[in-house]
């Protein structure tokens, strides 16, 4: 062999590391790069006291260390790491780009995601986050030559390193204990921050409810539900729910917002309710819960799943029902009545890379108002204000704040540019909505009509240095959980309400407690499912029992 050979040979030898000292290294690279978030709030919170944060620091690389080591086996130990590099490095991005929390209610959104929505969120930045601190670290394990020990030799020095660590972690948490324990309570956000054990154990979570949750039988509701008579109209009662997406009130300038998000709905004869909240922070919370029985209180995703909902109850009752949707599904809420999935059309007049704009809602709308022959309430489910692609939820005619962000990327954009897309997105929400109360408007010769819109839940677009939503309910800013409700009643329907009862009621707090009662009630739907204590018309509403 020549020398160049033998030179070139050895160094692309691989290197040799023992399995143990490779832990170590995955370990402290955890703690030191994927854990932005948690050390900046650690820095905040223990801000003065720098001993306990150095117990801190010092504590859990103790228990980072101690679990890596525990999986340091022959066949395991590179599986292992490489999945908890990626894993780490993706989680990381979102908490520290977007203040994410990755709980279980995440998660299972991640899982319901589009494709076409998943991929706004796989940036440019993301990839690079991802290979320089997921890929290229997971390349090296699993190049580099693992030294294994003998069975025996490997317990015994595992756990020469396992005992300690952890001991030297008790004792860390020990020294500081009520600190934590006080700051942890208070600010319950900070430990659902380190990362990956919070998310690991929310993947946990996440699998354990769905494994219980498969054999679900769904148990029915009001099935005694009839129409209430009255002599007030012969004409089918016709309802459109708007469900909005990530529409928050701050926002609506029916709601004293300085911009004029809301210049074709503040010309509508509508009613606003100023003080509404939300059921959650994600869609696939929210949104069942508003179609539920079941107050925010109450509410749980297996009750969600196992009882039947406002779509179900509706029809009992003989009342036409269907859901549009242009969003990223029902959620199983209309899992027993017509569903159209407009998302899917691939209808180029509206939709583009696997997403519409909600224009795409009104297109058959005429067509459907116009064969309306029975009572019938009709679901249309937006994209709305969905990010952080917010620059593609609105047409060029209503880029109207500017200068708007037009990237998913935040940070290549200033925060009014965020904010300005963002807002634009609820002036063309403002026209969608507007646009079908004049269609019901046209029709009151045929149909009694009514509308009503709410929206999921809100947005954060930088207040606190959060983006986007998500946020567990208990830390949640008011951005993501005080959401726009508006009603619009036809002629028919005006003359059961008490005008001025309603203008009073109208400030008074609701929230999506008050949707599945309020339906009923505006349907005339009598059962014994309804209370009438939350249907938000029910104090006002004269000539109909209430």
């Not at 180029?348 to 696997?354: F, N, R, S, V």
């Not at 203008?503 to 999506?512: F, L, R, V, Y």
Request: proline share 4%.
């Amino acid at each position: 062999m020549s020398v160049a050979a033998g030179y070139l040979e050895g160094s692309l030898a691989r290197p040799k590391i023992g399995s143990v000292s490779l832990s170590v290294v995955v370990a402290v690279f955890l703690i030191a790069t994927a854990n932005a978030t948690f050390w900046g709030k650690a820095s905040v919170l223990l801000e003065g006291q720098t001993i306990a944060l150095v117990y801190l620091a010092f504590g859990l690389t103790c228990a980072f260390v101690a679990l890596c080591v525990s999986f340091s086996l022959k066949f395991l130990i590179k599986p292992f790491l490489i999945i908890l590099l990626l894993f780490s490095a993706s989680t990381s991005w979102f908490m520290d780009s977007y203040g994410t929390i990755i709980d279980v209610n995440m998660l299972q959104s991640v899982i319901d995601t589009t494709d076409a929505e998943a991929g706004h969120l796989m940036t440019p930045a993301y990839i690079w986050h991802m290979l320089i601190f997921g890929i290229a670290p997971a390349l090296l394990v699993g190049w580099v030559r693992v030294k294994h020990r003998t069975y025996f030799q490997k317990l015994k020095w595992n756990m020469a390193i396992i005992a300690p660590a952890l001991v030297f972690f008790v004792v860390a948490a020990l020294s500081h204990a009520s600190t934590y324990l006080s700051l942890g309570r208070e600010n319950r956000d900070w430990f659902a921050t380190l990362n990956p054990i919070a998310p690991i154990v929310n993947v946990v979570k996440l699998a354990i409810r769905t494994t219980s949750n498969q054999n679900i039988v769904v148990q029915p509701l009001g099935t005694d539900a009839r129409v209430y008579s009255t002599a007030k109209t012969d004409k089918p009662r016709v309802t459109i729910i708007i469900a909005g997406e990530t529409a928050r009130a701050e926002s609506f300038s029916l709601g004293g917002y300085y911009k004029n998000t809301n210049p074709e709905l503040s010309k509508q004869d509508i009613t606003y309710f100023p003080q509404t909240s939300s059921c959650g922070t994600i869609t696939e919370v929210s949104l069942p819960c508003m179609f539920s029985v079941y107050t925010r209180k109450e509410y749980t995703y297996r009750k969600g799943l196992e009882t039947e909902n406002l779509m179900d109850v509706l029809g009992h009752a003989g009342i036409k029902t269907e859901w549009w949707d242009n969003n990223t599904g029902d959620k199983k809420i209309a899992k027993r009545t017509t569903y159209q999935p407009l998302y899917k059309s691939g209808n180029p007049a509206y939709c583009k890379d696997g997403e519409c704009l909600d224009s795409i809602l009104l297109d058959q709308l005429d067509n459907w108002l116009d064969n309306v022959k029975t009572d019938s309430v009709l679901v249309i489910h937006q994209l709305g204000s969905h990010g952080p692609a917010y620059y593609l939820r609105y047409p060029e005619e209503f880029r109207h704040f500017t200068p708007d962000c037009r990237t998913s990327e935040f940070a290549k954009c200033t925060r009014q540019e965020i904010i300005n897309s963002y807002d634009n997105t609820i002036l063309y929400t403002d026209h969608i909505i507007s646009t079908v109360i004049n269609k019901l408007k046209e029709r009151e010769s045929r149909i009694s009509p009514s509308m009503i819109y709410m929206s999921d839940h809100g947005e954060s677009t930088g207040e606190y240095g959060l983006y986007l939503h998500g946020a567990p309910y208990f830390m949640a800013p008011t951005q993501q959980t005080h959401v726009p409700f508006v009603l619009w009643l036809g002629q028919t329907a005006k003359s059961e309400i008490n005008a001025s009862c309603l203008a009073s009621q109208a400030p008074k707090p609701h929230s999506h407690d008050n949707l599945f009662h309020t339906v009923l009630g505006m349907m005339h739907v009598e059962t014994a499912a309804r209370d009438k204590t939350l249907d938000a018309l029910a104090p006002c509403r004269q000539g109909y029992s209430s």
